[in-house]
Structures are given as structure tokens and as C-alpha cells.
């Protein structure tokens, strides 16, 4: 039996009414003076989640984690290249939605050449939110989206 883990790390079993979805989607992991750039959206407060989302039909994973990060923060990523890139599924419990998603993830690392997207603080965030970077040292004693910690130490 497949096991499901909520944004806090709960795990959940589908039933047999269950909704199930195969989804696919990339992440970005700015690491800059050992802080990464979270958002957390209104829908989740107080739970800080890696820029990204899914990924659009006829996009690239890199692609959609451009257009995902100018969504969610405001800010455009520079031409970069990541130093890591990391696939995984994921089997995520989404419980605003009470869905179940087989979840294709690709993660990108960056952690040179942005220095134009720091700031101190929060920021608002276009779709309602706030953007802020957490000091990397801290990030076990937040409320990480669960799935995102777990990759953020693979990647680290």
C-alpha cells in the first residue's frame, strides 16, 4: 500500500472513493549566504514552500520553474545554470484539495548568480502571499513543507 505524506509530514492511505492524480511539477532551491527563498501562500500560513508547481503542458521542468518563481515571489530568475538538478515521485497528500497525487518532481539547485533576488525580510508575493529566505540552520525548527525538506537535505 502506498503511503501519502501531507505539506507537515502526515502520512495518509487512499480509500477506495479516493481521488487519485498523476501530476507532474518543478521546484527551485535558491541557495544564497545559506538562506533559501520560501513562499507561503495564504491557503498554508506559517508553512513555507519551495517556489514551483506544475508544469504546463508543451513547458520544460525548467520552463515552469521560471514562470512558477515570477508567479509565486515576483522576482525573475537570472540566466543560470543549476549545479544540481534531482528527480523524484512523490506521493503527496494534498489536503486543501482532499486529493491524492502521484507526483513527478523535478528539483533545480541554484546557488550562483543570484544575488539580485535577495532581500531582507518578507515580501509580499503576487498570488497571495509572502516570500522570504530562511536561513538554512533554522529550516528543522519551521514548518517545511515536508516533501521539500526531505529534498532540500538530499540536494544540500
Known amino acids: 500500500m502506498t503511503i501519502y505524506t501531507d505539506r507537515e509530514g502526515n502520512k495518509h492511505s ?13 521546484f527551485i532551491i ?13 491557503h498554508a500560513p506559517n ?25 509565486e515571489t515576483g522576482l525573475i530568475l537570472p540566466d543560470v545554470t543549476p549545479s544540481k538538478t534531482h528527480k523524484k515521485i512523490a506521493h503527496y497528500y494534498a489536503d486543501v484539495d482532499n486529493e491524492f497525487w502521484d507526483y513527478e518532481q523535478t528539483y533545480f539547485l541554484i546557488n550562483e548568480g543570484i544575488e539580485t533576488l535577495f532581500f531582507n525580510g518578507t515580501k509580499d508575493a503576487p498570488e497571495n502571499g509572502i516570500a522570504e529566505w530562511i536561513d538554512v540552520n533554522t529550516l528543522d525548527h519551521r514548518n517545511i513543507h515536508a516533501i521539500h525538506l526531505a529534498t532540500i537535505k538530499e540536494m544540500l
Open 14 to 26: 487512499k480509500q477506495a472513493d479516493s481521488k487519485i492524480r498523476t501530476r507532474s511539477g518543478s
Open 30 to 42: 535558491c541557495l544564497y549566504q545559506n538562506k533559501i527563498l520560501f513562499v507561503e501562500e495564504t
Open 47 to 71: 508553512s513555507p514552500n519551495l517556489p514551483g508547481g506544475g508544469i504546463d503542458q508543451g513547458e520544460t521542468a525548467w520552463q515552469a520553474v521560471q514562470r512558477e518563481m515570477l508567479e
